[in-house]
């Protein structure tokens, strides 16, 4: 019995979130599904992988679909032996996306508990963290690994706490759990934000230990950090090396040129130019909007109604009430910094105003260790707008320049912000009954006083949006300033809207002081406010109007004319859509593609895409073997064109021209005849190659024939009367694909930048190229191990649990 009361409120707690997050993506109970623009860009780039596993039963981990030729890594491969990846299956056992909202209320509520919440107010606490617009925006666009990775950061933080509080099996047992999943869900720029924050909470308790001369349990702190922390990597071995590995070859990696496509210098040698880091920085007023939803517009597509200035604007201009109702029903608002908003990272009115009454009244330390979390995360989100901190960040902090959209660290502050409101809202109700007045009022003045300033600052805003410019060119200087009229109101709505939750949060507590209602009235009132006023704001972002049939998220492209002439040629060939610019994957999903969608693209296509494509140098089409180019015409309908002069699968040249440096490999192809030579850079390759003989006069006079294909298996038929080079269109990918001639190993090597080559000796035989990454074996060996060490881990700590019972 004991036992039961023990754990009822906890799995009625579990039944709640279920029950919540099936309720607010309540489409899913009808088999609907959400469409999500980036997993339509991961659907086009997967196809092939996709297709290949379910009629050959196995792993291709190589694509043609997308930048001529890429690993499957970060394109969802399945590894042997993930085991963890099974326990992550099993805790998101609902629908997509009811399934990461279970996540982040079921990992926040688990901190909570170890920070000594009572259930209740841990409940609506997880509420309030999984229902902050950006937690909840990243699933209406797609970011799944993202929020994935965001879901497990609470439970990775509660094992940490509970090992520096030395509770070290079930502190250690739960942080390499929770670090395996937070791992698995592979998104590593999350992780490294959650590790900024460790690094905080971890110095906080180290300090403690070192204050109070406790250094053997320091000591045994950092063992059991060690084990978790070996065992949560070797687990997910195979994905971390196979990721690593496939780093530098992509445009995470070191830059080798420089020089800029302009011809211009270029500034350091990583990959990624600090504007595009930084291209997605907070501003720094903008920050405000964590606290009133649209002050600064909002979105970049904002519904407006029949009472905006906007819609009167367009009757006056004649245009009918239907037509502008529709137009106003998704307009450019927002007037921040940044590019792109989908909607404002809000955390909510009432969860800051809780979190005021924690910094005044709670007595607990570890308050500083959040509010330091929030504070790092949000100066650092600041980005281009903050140089002197994000600048030292760049230039000196490992790592962090291999990531962009640095505003999106911001959910370190999404995660701390409710765990301080919870912590205020529990030390409230501790309070002696005259010490509760004063808290309030003074949490109440910072939160409503905050309020009233930025309502008085109105006046010292533009509200000029960096597109302006664009609307003003094309709609006309009454068009924007109809815009900026409705986006004063939204900033004067919003800031409203948040002052009244604050005002009827603050006076449910001050009726609980006054005895007019009982504690329990007091906390649900008061979590049911804070709930609310997220559900609704989320509710304008993502809502059931998103969810299509299953059908359509199964088969996000339809295939359009220009695709179905395209495909009645059976043969091997690449495709270059023009109007995608080489960043969609919907033609992926059809062809085999130069272009595609990923954030780790090639680094070496992008290259060639900026250097070489983008000035119309049609050999660098023919040597990649794009066989068709979609274009557009005036009417905006899309036709293919023929390109007669491809190169085809494989070809012999009859001359290589050797370079010995990056610039001039790039510099060479500016104007080689791709079908008669072969530029191989002596500098970077010839030691590794040191057995290949290149002549500088070679027979050309063979044929050679791909006769079978799969996306990591190609098989060649070649005859040639003399030793001969053939170049393969495919791309070069040094740690896996394998070159064998008459079953015999063979090396290849990189030519014309991108592509392979082979020396053919004289006669026919048959040239094989297997994709037979080690690092796939390798990787393996290590997660089965460490896999058989968790569980023995577990089991013994479960038993060593039990004992001290």
Not at 83 to 98: C, N, Q, S
Not at 256 to 285: F, H, M
Not at 305 to 318: A, K
Not at 716 to 724: D, I, M, Q, V, W
Request: net charge neutral; glycine share 8%.
């Amino acid at each position: 019995m004991k036992i039961i009361n023990k754990f009822y409120p906890h799995a009625l707690a579990i039944f709640g979130f279920v029950l919540i997050s099936l309720i607010y993506f309540y489409p899913v109970l009808q088999g609907k599904q959400i469409f999500q623009s980036d997993i339509a860009q991961y659907t086009g780039m997967a196809k092939e992988q996709n297709d290949f596993r379910a009629s050959d039963h196995t792993e291709p981990y190589w694509t043609n679909s997308a930048f001529g030729g890429m690993p499957t890594y970060q394109l969802g491969a399945k590894y042997p032996h993930d085991y963890i990846g099974m326990l992550d299956d099993a805790l998101r056992f609902l629908p997509r996306p009811a399934d990461y909202l279970f996540l982040y209320f079921l990992g926040f509520y688990g901190l909570l508990l170890v920070l000594k919440i009572d259930p209740l107010k841990a409940f609506f606490g997880a509420l309030a963290f999984g229902f902050s617009t950006y937690l909840i925006i990243i699933l209406g666009v797609g970011h799944n690994a993202k929020a994935h990775a965001i879901a497990y950061m609470p439970l990775v933080i509660a094992g940490v706490i509970l090992v520096f509080q030395k509770r070290y099996i079930l502190g250690g047992l739960l942080t390499l759990f929770a670090s395996a999943l937070e791992i698995n869900a592979n998104h590593f720029q999350m992780t490294y934000y959650l590790l900024i924050f460790l690094l905080i909470l971890a110095g906080y308790f180290i300090y403690l230990e070192i204050k109070n001369k406790e250094y053997k349990s320091l000591l045994n702190t950092f063992g059991v950090f060690a084990v978790a922390g070996i065992f949560a990597i070797g687990s997910n071995a195979t994905n971390l090396l196979a990721t690593a590995e496939y780093t530098d070859f992509s445009t995470r990696g070191k830059n080798e040129l420089s020089y800029n496509p302009d011809g211009s210098k270029t500034v350091g040698d990583n990959a990624l130019s600090r504007d595009y880091i930084t291209e997605y920085s907070y501003g720094v007023a903008e920050s405000f909007n964590l606290i009133a939803p649209r002050i600064f517009g909002g979105s970049n597509n904002e519904a407006l109604g029949t009472d905006s200035q906007m819609y009167e604007f367009m009757i006056g201009q004649g245009v009918p009430e239907g037509q502008a109702k529709d137009f106003v029903s998704g307009m450019p608002t927002y007037w921040g910094d940044q590019p792109i908003v989908a909607a404002p990272a809000y955390i909510g009115a009432v969860v800051f105003f809780l979190a005021i009454l924690a910094l005044f009244i709670d007595e607990r330390k570890i308050k500083y260790v959040f509010l330091s979390g929030a504070t790092v995360a949000l100066l650092l989100s600041w980005g281009k707008n903050f140089p002197l901190l994000t600048d030292f960040f760049i230039d000196y902090i490992p790592l962090y320049n291999k990531f962009r959209a640095v505003s999106s660290i911001q959910v370190i502050l999404e995660l701390c912000f409710p765990v301080l409101a919870i912590m205020g809202l529990q030390s409230f109700f501790k309070l002696e009954k005259e010490h509760r007045w004063k808290a309030l009022w003074q949490s109440g003045a910072v939160g409503l006083g905050l309020i009233l300033i930025l309502f008085f600052c109105k006046g010292m805003f533009s509200f000029s949006g960096g597109s302006d410019g664009y609307y003003i060119e094309n709609y006309g200087p009454g068009f924007v300033d109809a815009l900026k009229v409705d986006r004063m109101s939204l900033y004067s709505a919003d800031l409203l809207r948040s002052g009244f939750f604050i005002f009827v949060a603050a006076g449910v507590l001050w009726l609980f002081i006054n005895n007019k209602i009982a504690q329990n009235t007091a906390i649900i009132l008061v979590g049911f406010l804070m709930v609310s006023d997220l559900f609704f704001v989320d509710k304008k972002y993502v809502s059931s109007k998103d969810f299509v049939s299953g059908r359509e998220v199964e088969v996000p492209f339809q295939e359009k004319p220009a695709d179905t002439e395209i495909l009645k040629d059976t043969s091997h060939y690449r495709v270059f859509e023009v109007s995608g610019n080489f960043s969609s994957a919907r033609t992926s999903y059809f062809h085999h593609s130069i272009g595609g969608y990923s954030a780790v693209k090639p680094r070496r296509i992008q290259q060639l895409f900026d250097y070489q494509i983008s000035k119309n140098n049609m050999e660098i089409l023919n040597m990649l073997n794009v066989k068709y180019i979609i274009q557009t015409d005036k009417e905006g309908k899309e036709f293919p064109t023929l390109n007669p002069k491809a190169n085809g699968n494989a070809w012999f040249v009859t001359d290589i021209k050797l370079v010995n440096k990056v610039n001039n490999e790039m510099k060479t192809l500016d104007n080689l005849d791709t079908k008669r030579a072969a530029v191989f850079n002596i500098h970077l390759y010839e030691s590794k190659f040191k057995n290949v003989r290149l002549k500088r006069n070679l027979d050309a006079s063979g044929t050679i024939n791909l006769d079978i294909y799969k996306p990591n298996y190609l098989k060649y038929t070649a005859k040639t009367k003399n030793e001969g080079l053939a170049v393969f269109s495919e791309i070069y990918y040094e740690n896996g694909w394998n070159a064998y001639i008459d079953g015999e190993k063979t090396d290849h090597f990189p030519v014309d930048y991108v592509l392979r080559a082979l020396v053919v000796p004289e006669g026919e035989h048959t040239i094989e190229f297997k994709f037979e990454p080690q690092v796939v074996k390798t990787g393996s060996t290590i997660a089965l191990v460490s896999s058989i060490g968790m569980l023995l881990l577990l089991i013994g700590g479960i038993y060593f649990e039990r004992k001290k019972q």
